[in-house]
């Protein structure tokens, strides 16, 4: 389906297309045409669009005033239109029904230029119906309408209905005449009243010509036209941005007022609608399917409180051409999904998401690869700033153009219509992939310990204000640079604690946000296998903020082994216990600092090993990272100085990055492991653990085994403090009585065995 539009986006309908020839001055064209009514004011009687100027590499020379076609130039004319067809009645392109080979002489077109058009063409005749009609409400009905005496009965008849205002609807149809003259159609009566209709009244108009002459564009040959450029959008941008949308009563009236003349600054890398989305072609993604045989489902029925919704955003992604009619015959079903209400605002209307499902698309699309950095380096780098500000993209992936040869793959059914997009979509395979590579490409070179981004979200990370506005307008010439704008409702700036990626940062480091917390804390005691999964594949995000997480996990571990019945032991509720327990205590971990010196202490146990990452600073120890994991079958079979020289190290393994090249102090309760290079190097495995040790600078220092990880982390911090053993007193229960211990052992089957033959003396 084809749509033509005048430059306010109205819709200009046609009754049909045909191909004509034309010459401007001394060169020939042949171009496709739209028959339209003549209701819509139009000062031209032929027009030349986009589709032209694209064919034929058309360049227009506003300077000059030149119109560039290869070699050859055109002058423009500045003359109002000519009027060739003031006297004829029904003047679109046709101009007499008495000869079909017509020739006009001087129309001007959109450039001023005359041509000359030659072929054979068609004229549109009123169509009244033939007898007198009532259609109830609500119905409809088939109706009669006369052919003109005049039109050709050998010919396909297209009708295009008269807009009434009774309120009743009739379609566009090709039809095939009777031999009474006439032919049928059928009238909708929508409204809650009964509609007549008198004998003879006008339907519509109706015109014959050759089925031939009626083409249908090529996919490559149905454009958006974009009636704006660059500066036009930037003014709008302008026009649109105010103060209020920046959020920073947070600040005192002087870098509040530095900070705003800083943003309306840059308008330009801000967007608060689709009309002014920025628009790239930094990346062209490109979506190449296994296969090419069209894929096609049903449209999924749109809810009643979201159909408001649906018909304005469409209508809203087809003002701002970032989608645009489709008749492909790709075609996948759109759902709409309701978004979270402002707990504070009640009464507002529900809005919703709208989402192609893709999932059809996705399993024939070929994938496209690329390394999405670890959100833990992430965290590393910009935690422990004074100053954070997050910059959201508005409608980010909308931002990306398509192939036109890729446009027909992702169209998408509605109730509403068919549509395809001509900007890239969320949900469809690679989308990630190719919003990712954009905007690495547009912050390479700045991105580092103040600038990260992960997909949409672009985080500053800074130490003061100065630091941050030389920053900001850094990322703001970036983003310009690539026509890439930011939603300014969804700001945060200038703040001294943020939220990010599901971690909390500030000045001392970073901690899991209050929302993970509450979601761990939170989480019901598991009944089966799939809720400890799920409840590990929580924790895990967190691995890294929990001292020897695989030991405590490791009963919980144990449960999702294969053929493992789902036995809730008291190791497993311990273990359940005790990690929610470290959860809601928000443990905080502190940033790398190149500066201080690096220390690091290791453990290991039957089941686990661990270390920990540490810098001393003011004769305090600060834990930067946590490392834990499960040792194997075989590993656990190891002599315990062997676990040990194994976390050594595993840890240092773990660490690498920050720990080649400094000099660094090793912490370990094995005390022959100080003397590391000495051990035996049998069996293979060991030679290769202390060449790899080898690499690294560090000295080893021996702390007491009774002070672990935990309890040296615990007393560094008050060296001077007298050292006394820890005392815990409990009151037994009614439930730990003599009487009930005899209950119990007497009921379990081992020990009651066990005191049955020492009764018997065996």
């Known amino acids: 389906m084809v749509r033509i539009k005048t430059i306010d986006n109205t819709v200009v309908p046609y009754m049909s297309a045909i191909n004509l020839k034309f010459k401007i001055k001394k060169k020939w064209f042949s171009n496709q045409f739209f028959v339209t009514l003549n209701s819509w004011n139009a000062q031209y009687h032929a027009i030349l669009g986009y589709d032209f100027l694209q064919r034929n590499k058309v360049v227009i020379d506003t300077v000059n005033k030149q119109l560039l076609v290869g070699n ?207 628009e790239t072609s930094a990346v062209i993604p490109e979506f190449s399917l296994l296969h090419n045989f069209p894929l096609q489902t049903k449209p999924y029925s749109i809810p009643l409180m979201a159909k408001k919704y649906a018909q304005q955003e469409i209508n809203n992604l087809l003002e701002a051409g970032i989608i645009e009619p489709s008749s492909s015959s790709y075609c996948f079903p759109v759902i709409f999904i309701k978004k979270k209400q402002n707990p504070n605002d009640s009464n507002s209307e529900p809005k919703f998401r709208m989402v192609v499902d893709y999932r059809l698309l996705n399993s024939i699309t070929e994938t496209f690869k690329i390394c999405l950095p670890k959100i833990s380096e992430i965290i590393k780098n910009i935690a422990g700033r004074k100053i954070y500000c997050v910059l959201d993209l508005k409608s980010a992936f909308f931002q990306i153009k398509l192939r036109d040869e890729d446009k027909r793959k992702l169209a998408f059914c509605t109730e509403i219509g068919n549509f395809q997009p001509t900007r890239l979509p969320f949900g469809s395979k690679n989308s990630t992939s190719y919003f990712h590579t954009l905007i690495s490409k547009c912050l390479n070179g700045i991105t580092g310990k103040n600038v990260q981004f992960f997909l949409d979200d672009i985080i500053i990370a800074v130490d003061s204000l100065c630091e941050l506005k030389v920053t900001l307008q850094a990322v703001f010439d970036r983003l310009i640079k690539f026509n890439i704008t930011l939603d300014p409702a969804k700001l945060q700036l200038c703040k001294s604690e943020i939220t990010y990626l599901g971690f909390d940062l500030n000045s001392n480091g970073f901690s899991p946000s209050e929302q993970n917390v509450n979601k761990v804390t939170n989480f019901p005691r598991p009944k089966n296998l799939k809720q400890v999964q799920m409840f590990l594949g929580m924790l895990n995000y967190f691995r890294g903020l929990i001292y020897d997480y695989a030991g405590i996990v490791e009963p919980l571990v144990k449960l999702t082994k294969k053929n493992t019945p789902f036995v809730w032991s008291v190791e497993c509720e311990n273990a359940f216990n005790t990690v929610q327990e470290i959860i809601l205590k928000k443990p905080t971990l502190k940033n790398f600092d190149p500066n201080l010196p690096i220390s690091l202490i290791t453990d290991a146990s039957k089941i686990a090993i661990c270390g920990i990452l540490l810098q001393k600073k003011d004769n305090v120890y600060y834990p930067l990272e946590f490392f834990s994991r499960k040792l194997t079958p075989a590993e656990c079979k190891y002599p315990s100085i062997r676990r040990e020289l194994l976390a050594i190290y595993a840890s240092v393994k773990h660490f690498h990055d920050q720990l080649l090249g400094e000099n660094f102090e090793l912490l370990t309760d094995a005390k022959p492991l100080t003397e590391y290079q000495s051990l035996d190097k049998k069996p293979e495995i060991v030679a290769r653990w202390l060449l790899y040790l080898g690499t690294f600078s560090f000295t080893p220092t021996h702390i007491p085994g009774s002070l672990n990880p935990v309890d040296f982390l615990s007393r560094v911090v008050e060296e001077n403090s007298l050292n006394v053993n820890n005392i815990t007193l409990f009151q037994p229960n009614d439930k730990l009585s003599l009487q009930n211990i005899l209950i119990e052992q007497k009921q379990d089957a081992i020990l009651s065995k066990i005191m049955n033959d020492l009764s018997v003396n065996k």
């Open 72 to 278: 050859q130039k055109f002058d423009f004319e500045e003359n109002s239109p000519t009027n060739v067809c003031s006297e004829t009645t029904d003047c679109d392109i046709s101009q007499s029904d008495k000869n079909k080979k017509e020739s006009f002489e001087q129309i001007n077109n959109n450039f001023g230029e005359k041509f000359d058009v030659s072929e054979e063409t068609f004229h549109a005749l009123n169509v009244k119906i033939a007898n007198n009609i009532t259609v109830q409400p609500f119905s409809t009905q088939i109706i009669n309408l006369k052919v003109p005496k005049n039109i050709s009965k050998n010919k396909d008849l297209i009708f295009i209905p008269k807009k009434n205002k009774l309120g009743y609807l009739i379609n566009e149809s090709l039809n095939v005449p009777t031999n009474a003259n006439l032919f049928h159609t059928i009238i909708e009566n929508n409204t809650n009243k009964a509609i007549h209709v008198k004998k003879n009244t006008i339907m519509g108009k109706l015109s014959t010509f050759d089925v031939n002459d009626i083409m249908s564009p090529s996919e490559s040959e149905i454009y958006q036209i974009n009636n704006l450029n660059l500066n036009e959008i930037h003014k709008m941008r302008r026009d649109e941005l105010l103060k209020s949308d920046f959020k920073l009563d947070h600040l005192n009236n002087k870098d509040k007022k530095d900070m705003q003349e800083l943003l309306l600054k840059n308008y330009k890398v801000f967007s608060k609608s689709y009309k002014t989305l920025g």
